[in-house]
Structure formats: structure tokens, C-alpha cells
């Protein structure tokens, strides 16, 4: 015991004891995803409190000259029927709050584990137990003591991310509820037997607490819920709380505003339902409430019931490429993007193939790197190191059963790292997996400026062509993108009949009628993409006025891998967001080779360069005079002119439904002030532009935002844009046309990347005149071409009334054989619902 107190001695200034606002990862280790549970448990360096597994803590002390190591390991114990039974302890409460790790939320402890703590000394590995320290000197005993309890009383990273992430159910005092106002008209409402007073539903009833209506609440996307009449109601009358019905005990009720547009708290619940006759401490519970409902399905996330091929019993797939991943909360939508993305070649010769080489030159610490963190998570998903059953159904007799489940892999560092500062992925909510997949796209940019860039694989440059129709003049430009959206025509459902017969039924409160999907035809969606559009207000530099002119999209050229989405989440004539329920019948294989964009033809003519006039009110002196060309600082064409004057109303309107205040000056200024209507149907026909919301530039302005080329830029920003790869020129131009804020910069520049190709870009930032592959004039974007020719080898499908909930899963032909990917069940597919996805991947087929 003597050497290894001495060896300890000899440390004891390295090892530290966790402060506040130290990030302890004693949960997963930082280059795999190693943990306590895993074979050989997890090292946690006792110095910057970093954890390894146990393949990677001999590299880390070879690297880091770090010697002290917590050793954790966890042992499952054998999970009983029923562990409270005849204990004494009363049994567990089921949640009451969608949250985790917190009073009445979901009970994250490790209650089914044996650990074993110990302390290990490198490069010998010499084992300290608790009771060894006891016979060493007080100095060593009190500091690795103190170290050793400090790290394991503290929060991990990742659990301390799961309760900031998610608390589903932070309810806030109604603005309407200390001054509603509720109308004597004489109603009382009985406790029991509702119904809807228009189509007579007795399930999911409503009543509204400024007129006592008693209506059924929203309908489901399955069919199922209401009839939406509580809804329409409130639109009707403007009346904005209702209370649902079944749910009122005398500790309170669901509270729904419709204004607010969320569960809301009314602390005057009593005395407004007192109003119509009822008394809350007689009341009992007949129907879950909405956070038991939300509840019960986060519970049960990820079981067959609700997806596809629920009804089929599939047989589970374990390997390499197959390898299930643990839902953190919301997080399919990660989940489904990410395992396709590592189905494609470039990322895995880019991340896994160089996984060594990556981890060789990660810097001190892993976890804030993306290369690494991309690198860890696609080996762990291609590795098949973790794709096996879950080890948490072995009878009395310690005999494994056949298990569904994979143990899989928790990309825990991997979200809290790419979602790191987003308003909407560094939370648990259910996100847009089409949002997610750009989001992600445009990190891997950033941090692929030198070297393979695996986005390439979806990148394509698309052509507008637009035809003057009294010139007959044309305009051609290209941008770059990476989705096809196309759009769902509902007129061209071939079930029609069927359609509004079912609805007819359910308007006359026939609840037995089931729900009926529309039936589209892909080839209809592919046309309306295809088809020339007609631009009604389109400003003519040939005739000097605005005329109506034809817009048509092409392919300037064709990605290795194109993704499809379908475009089912919409808005409703009331502005509701909802989601299309269709059935479209994708094909297997896929031949654009007819949508080649063929560029300038022979003997056409095209509009001259030449800008618009800016919007002037008649009040509004125009101080400028028309130029024919900007100059080094300045894109516009036009010499400074005033501001336009904006209808504020207007812009405030739009405002008001929840769009970006610098898309509605947008829309107020190319609808030319002309109203609400326009304007609105300038925003939608606009809200897939790249630009939609990046600021208004007016003729003679540098910037949406006000910054003029006099004007200071942050050498910082400067200096942080450069150090990514971009010259010193388009970090400037990039800072300017987004005043001066740097993370909207780098979204501009990756959002114009054929906006810049006359500006150089080099490894480490030099211009063209500080660089020597500055003498050719650059190509462009770099983008991958060859025939139009596809095959569907993944598709990602989601369920539910929104993007912002319910469930996404992901289907990928494996060796010609369709995987389904469902969180931590992988499972070959018997009828992969290929009419339903959300989102298609192509890849090209080889002539």
C-alpha cells in the first residue's frame, strides 16, 4: 500500500475536485460510446473530467500525460416483477409532468444498478478502493476523497441537458384569465353526459368559459378527436378560454386558450366555473388530461402501435449498419436523418473510414469537436459494436430472451454539440427532420472547407429561366440547393368522390366513418414542380413596367444523391398549420433526365441588367437618380435614395401570424403597399426562398440592416469568418448584408454561395491577390453532375398532426432487403409504407 500512496502523492496536484460549472462526463465516453454499463465501464480523468472507455483511457493518458482515473462500472441487477411489493415502500408514481428528472416528471435514477467506484493510477494501472484510502496520509485521503465524491455527486453533462431540454409542461397564467368576462345567459352545465351541441360527439368535449358552448375539441391526423367546432367557435366569437370537460378535479382542469395558443393555467377556475353551475370539488376525472395524454405516448414512443406495420410481427436485424439509436426525448427526428445520412458513401468515407486518423488529431477536448463527434456517432452506427439485443429480459435464471430492443447508442454529445445555440434543436421538442437534415448539411460546410466535403453528394444547382410574355426576353439564373420540394396538388386526388362523401358524413355526426386518405399521383406532384409558373406582377426591364412572364425550374445539373420532400404541412384557410394526410405512389426508380436545364437558345434574347425602381410614396422626394451600375461596395444598381415608406400595419399584421419581421417588410414592399392580401400571398409563394427571411436590401443600401459601406465593420467577425476558410472580401460583404451579426453571416455566406463565385475562396482566408491559386478566376460551387437516372434506397416518414410532434421513423434498403429504423428496434420491413414518407433519398443509377 506504501508505493501506491506514494504513486498517489505524486499526482495529488493533478487531481482536481469538480466546481461549479465544471462539465463532468461520467456517462459516456468522448470518442465512443462507451459507458459504466459497457464491458470494461468508464474512466473519468480526475483532472478535466473527461470520460473514456476503456479501448480509449490508454491513448488519453499517453496523450494527455494524465495519470488518475475514476473507474466507473455499473452491473444490471435482475429486475424483479415488482421491487416495491411487500417492501413496505409504496409503490412508484406514474408521472404527472412532462419533464424530466424533476418532481413529478420521469424518474431518471439508477435504481437497477450495482456500481463499483475505484481509482486508477496509470500507466500500471493500480487499483485504489475507498478503503485503501482510509490507510493512507490525511492529505492524500482528504483531496482524492473529496474528488472522488465530488465527481460522483455531481450531474453529469447529459443529464443536466435532458432537464434543461425538456420540461414539457411549464404552463403560464393565461392574459385573459383575471379579466374574463362571462355572460349571464341563464346556462348551467350538467356534470356528465356531454355532448357537442353541433355534431353530438361525447368524446374530447370543450366548453368555452366566456358562454358556456359546450363543443368537441380539434381533430386528430388520424380521423379520430373532434370536429375542430370549439375551434371555429372561438374564430366565430373571439371568446378565447375553453375547459375540457372530464378533466376537472378539485386540484384543477386542462385549460385551453386559443388565442395564446396553448395549455394555459386560469387561477379563477373556480369562480368561472361556478358561473355556469359547477362546483370543482364535486367534480371527478372521467378523461386523461392532455399531459397524461402527451404523457402515455412519450412513454410508449418507439413501440409498434404508433407506426407503420404495427399489425406485423417483424423479425429484428442485428450487425453492422444496423444498429438501433435511444430516442433522448423527441429526438427521432435526429435519429432518422442521421441513419440515412451514414447510408451514403461520402460519409462514411469522410467520417468512419478516417475514424483513427480523426481521433488522432482531436483536440484536448472531443466533445465541443464536430469531426470527431460525426465520426464517433457514424462508427457506432456502422460499427455493429452496439447492435446488439438489450440486455433487460433475462428470467429468474439469468437466461437471455429473445429481445426486440437493441442496447443501440444514446448521440447525446452528438445533439447537445449540433444543436448547440439553435433555438430549436438544443431543445427536446419535436423538430422538422427536413430542417434538421439543412441544419446539419450546413454545419458539415462549415467545417469541410478543406478536404472531401460529403455534402457535395446532395448538392445540385437549380436554373430558373423567366420569360418576359410581351418582350419575350429572358432572364437565367442558378442557385445551389440540396431538396426538391414538391408540392402536394389536392385537386388532382383521384378519390375525389370518396373524399367528400366521408366528409359530408362526418359533418352530419355519423362518428362511424372512417377516415379516408387522398390518393395523389406522383407524377402530378413532379408536374406541378415542372410546369411553367405564371408571375402576374413580374417588373420587365425590357419594357421598363410590370407585366405577367413564365417561370420555369430545371436542373442545371443532377446530385449523386437527391432528397424529395413532400410538401404535407400547410396552412388551412384560417391560417392553422396542419398536415396533409395523402398517399402518394412514389416510384422505385426515378428519370429526370427530361428536366435538363438546356440554357440560352439560339437566337434568344435576354433582359437587359437593369433593377426595378424602388418603391416610392408620393409623398417621398427621390433624392438619387438612376445608375447603370453599383460599385466595389455596393450591389445595388441604384445611386442612395430614401428608405421606401412601409405600411407598419401591415408589416404588423403579418407579424402577428408568427412570420419574420424582415419577410414582411419583404412582402409589404414588392406588393407595393397594396394590403393585408397581397402581401400574404407574397409570403406564401415566397416562404421556401433561401432568403426569406435575411433582410430587406432597398435600392441604394448595403444592407437590410443599415449598415453602410462607411460604416465599421467587427474585426473580430472579420477575423472568426476568415479563420473558416472565406476570404477577407466576403466576410466583409457577408457582414454587411446582415448588420454586422455574425452567426447570420455565415448563414449568408453558405445561403450565396453562387452569389460569391467572383470572389476567391482559400485555405486559410487570403484573397485572390494574397493567394497563389488566385490567378484563375474560380468556378463556382463545386457540384457533382451525371444522368438524371435515381433509385429510392431510403425514405423517412413521420407521424403525427405537425412537424413539432408525433413520431418519425426511417426506412433503408439494406442489400436489397427494406430496414426499418425505429429508435432502438431495427427490424426488416414486410410492407415499408413507401406512399406515406416525408422525406425520399435517391441515389443515382450507374449507366
Known amino acids: ?265 386560469d387561477s379563477k377556475l373556480p369562480e368561472h366555473l361556478s358561473h355556469f353551475g359547477i362546483d370543482m370539488m364535486t367534480m371527478e376525472k372521467t378523461e386523461r388530461t392532455m399531459t397524461e395524454l402527451e404523457i402515455a405516448v412519450n412513454q410508449r414512443v418507439g413501440e409498434w402501435e404508433v407506426i407503420q406495420e404495427s399489425g406485423t410481427t417483424l423479425r429484428p436485424l442485428f450487425g453492422p449498419g444496423l444498429t438501433g439509436m435511444k430516442n433522448l426525448g423527441n429526438s427521432c427526428y435526429l435519429n432518422s436523418v442521421m441513419q440515412v445520412l451514414f447510408t451514403v458513401p461520402d460519409f462514411q468515407s469522410k467520417y468512419v473510414c478516417n475514424i483513427d486518423k480523426i481521433i488522432d488529431e482531436a483536440p484536448s477536448d472531443p466533445t465541443q469537436d464536430f469531426k470527431t463527434q460525426v465520426a464517433k456517432l457514424g462508427y457506432g452506427l456502422l460499427s455493429g459494436d452496439y447492435s446488439k439485443p438489450a440486455p433487460d429480459s433475462a428470467d429468474e435464471n439469468g437466461a437471455s430472451e429473445h429481445n426486440d430492443y437493441q442496447i443501440g447508442i444514446a448521440p447525446q454529445m452528438f445533439k447537445a454539440l449540433v444543436g448547440r445555440g439553435h433555438p430549436e434543436f438544443s431543445t427536446n421538442r419535436q423538430q422538422d427532420a427536413q430542417e434538421f437534415l439543412l ?103 425590357a419594357i421598363q413596367a410590370k407585366t405577367t412572364a413564365t417561370k420555369t425550374t430545371r436542373f442545371a445539373s443532377f446530385p449523386d444523391h437527391l432528397v424529395i420532400q413532400i410538401k404535407k404541412f400547410t396552412f388551412g384557410l384560417d391560417w392553422v398549420p396542419k398536415k396533409l394526410d395523402v398517399s402518394i405512389d412514389v416510384p422505385d426508380t426515378l428519370d429526370l433526365s427530361a428536366l435538363r436545364a438546356a440554357g440560352q437558345q439560339p437566337g434568344e434574347e435576354l433582359l437587359p441588367e437593369v433593377a426595378p425602381p424602388p418603391l416610392m410614396t408620393p409623398d417621398v422626394e427621390v433624392k438619387g437618380i438612376l445608375g447603370s451600375h453599383g460599385n466595389e461596395e455596393d450591389d445595388s444598381l441604384y445611386s442612395p435614395l430614401l428608405s421606401p415608406a412601409l405600411d407598419d400595419s401591415t408589416v404588423s399584421q403579418l407579424c402577428d401570424m408568427g412570420f419574420p419581421l424582415e419577410a414582411c417588410r419583404k412582402a409589404v414592399y414588392y406588393t407595393g403597399n397594396t394590403g393585408i392580401d397581397a402581401a400574404m400571398n407574397w409570403v406564401m409563394g415566397h416562404m421556401d426562398d433561401p432568403d426569406f427571411s435575411t433582410p430587406l436590401v432597398l435600392p441604394g443600401c448595403s444592407s437590410g440592416g443599415g449598415t453602410t459601406p462607411t460604416e465599421s465593420i467587427s474585426e473580430e467577425h472579420v477575423a472568426t469568418i476568415v479563420s473558416m476558410g472565406f476570404s477577407r472580401d466576403q466576410a466583409t460583404k457577408a457582414l454587411r448584408a446582415t448588420s454586422n451579426t455574425l452567426d447570420r453571416a455565415v448563414d449568408w455566406i453558405f445561403s450565396h454561395l453562387d452569389d460569391l463565385e467572383s470572389m476567391e475562396v482559400s485555405e486559410g482566408g487570403r484573397s485572390a491577390a494574397e493567394s497563389e491559386s488566385g490567378r484563375d478566376p474560380p468556378p463556382g460551387p463545386c457540384v457533382r453532375d451525371g444522368p438524371g437516372k435515381y433509385e429510392l434506397f431510403a425514405f423517412i416518414s413521420h407521424m403525427g398532426t405537425s412537424t413539432m410532434c408525433g413520431h418519425y421513423v426511417c426506412h433503408i434498403k439494406k442489400d436489397q432487403q427494406w430496414v426499418i429504423f425505429n429508435d432502438q428496434k431495427v427490424a426488416a420491413s414486410e410492407k415499408p409504407p413507401k406512399d406515406l414518407g416525408y422525406l425520399y433519398f435517391y441515389r443515382r443509377v450507374a449507366e
Request: proline share 5%; with cysteine.
Open 439 to 541: 441544419h446539419f448539411i450546413n454545419m458539415v460546410e462549415r467545417n469541410c472547407r478543406s478536404g472531401p466535403n460529403p455534402s457535395e453528394a446532395f448538392r445540385f444547382l437549380v436554373e430558373e429561366k423567366i420569360v418576359c410574355q410581351q418582350s419575350q426576353k429572358a432572364k437565367y439564373t442558378q442557385r445551389v440547393d440540396y431538396i426538391i420540394q414538391l408540392p402536394v396538388p389536392m385537386d388532382q386526388a383521384t378519390n375525389t368522390d370518396e373524399l367528400q362523401e366521408v366528409e359530408r358524413r362526418r359533418e352530419n355526426g355519423d362518428s362511424s366513418v372512417l377516415p379516408v386518405r387522398a390518393q395523389i399521383p406522383f407524377a402530378t406532384c413532379m408536374a406541378a414542380l415542372s410546369e411553367p409558373e405564371l408571375l402576374t406582377d413580374f417588373w420587365s426591364s
Open 1 to 265: 500500500m506504501g508505493d501506491v500512496s506514494e504513486v498517489l502523492m505524486s499526482v495529488l496536484s493533478t487531481i482536481r475536485v469538480p466546481k461549479p460549472g465544471d462539465r463532468v462526463h461520467k456517462d459516456e465516453c468522448a470518442l465512443s460510446f462507451s459507458s459504466p454499463e459497457s464491458e470494461g465501464g468508464l474512466y473519468v480523468c480526475m483532472n478535466s473530467f473527461l470520460g473514456f472507455g476503456s479501448q480509449y483511457v490508454g491513448r488519453h493518458h499517453a496523450r494527455a500525460g494524465q495519470r488518475a482515473y475514476l473507474h466507473i462500472t455499473r452491473t444490471r441487477k435482475a429486475k424483479k416483477e415488482d421491487d416495491t411489493a411487500g417492501s413496505g415502500h409504496p409503490p412508484k408514481k406514474k408521472p404527472t409532468r412532462l419533464a424530466i428528472g424533476i418532481e413529478g416528471g420521469f424518474d431518471v435514477d439508477q435504481e437497477y444498478y450495482e456500481e463499483d467506484v475505484k481509482v486508477v493510477i496509470f500507466p500500471d494501472r493500480q487499483e485504489v478502493t475507498s478503503e485503501d484510502l482510509a490507510a493512507m496520509p490525511d492529505v492524500v485521503k482528504e483531496r482524492v476523497s473529496l474528488s472522488m465524491t465530488g465527481i460522483m455527486a455531481a450531474d453529469s453533462v447529459s443529464h443536466i441537458l435532458q432537464v434543461q431540454q425538456w420540461d414539457g409542461e411549464v404552463r403560464q397564467e393565461s392574459r385573459h384569465a383575471a379579466g374574463l368576462k362571462q355572460l349571464d345567459n341563464g346556462i348551467k352545465i350538467p356534470p356528465s353526459g356531454w355532448r357537442c351541441e353541433v355534431c353530438g360527439l361525447q368524446e374530447n368535449i370543450w366548453m368555452n368559459l366566456t358562454d358556456g358552448k359546450v363543443l368537441c375539441g380539434r381533430r386528430y391526423f388520424d380521423g379520430s378527436g373532434g370536429n375542430n367546432h370549439a375551434l371555429l367557435h372561438f374564430q366565430e366569437t373571439g371568446h378565447p378560454l375553453a375547459v375540457k370537460l372530464g378533466t376537472i378535479t378539485p386540484d384543477g382542469a386542462d385549460v385551453y386558450s386559443y388565442d395564446e395558443d396553448d395549455m394555459v393555467l
